[in-house]
């Protein structure tokens, strides 16, 4: 895909707010559609690699603490372990959640939909300059007295 190029200081005068919202809302909306085509909302998504990363270990509580703080929605966590559950895909012992076999095949089809996604959006742009990006944005985040350190 061929980008129009502008002059620098055209582009530096850009507001980032601007940008950060277009780019939010694309990349957001791809993976929300991508998740979808499994019947998976992102906060499924986050329960499913949470809870394959550390089999045995989370108990709903304790991810529920470690997911709310990327909630947007005002979500009732307990209302997807529920659905994750009567899909037959977690299960819980002595309080501790783990993925059964459809819940790793379910969990494996949305990552290589998201693996898609992911491909789409970094298309065309080298390592060093998401990284220099990501940089950039991480410096603004702590220049306005938010975190920027990684989740």
Do not use: C
């Amino acid at each position: 895909m061929t980008i129009r190029e502008y002059p620098r200081e055209q582009l530096a005068a850009q507001p980032i707010g601007y940008w950060t919202g277009v780019a939010n809302e694309l990349i957001i909306g791809s993976i929300r559609a991508a998740l979808g085509e499994e019947e998976l909302t992102q906060p499924h998504w986050w329960i499913l690699n949470h809870v394959a990363g550390a089999p045995g270990e989370w108990t709903r509580a304790a991810l529920t603490a470690r997911l709310s703080p990327f909630d947007r929605q005002g979500l009732d966590f307990e209302v997807i372990y529920a659905d994750l559950t009567a899909r037959g895909w977690v299960t819980q012992a002595d309080g501790r959640l783990a993925l059964t076999e459809a819940g790793e095949a379910g969990r494996r089809r949305a990552a290589a939909r998201s693996q898609k996604v992911h491909q789409r959006t970094h298309g065309g742009i080298e390592t060093d300059e998401y990284v220099a990006g990501l940089n950039v944005l991480r410096r603004m985040i702590s220049n306005l007295g938010g975190n920027s350190d990684l989740p």
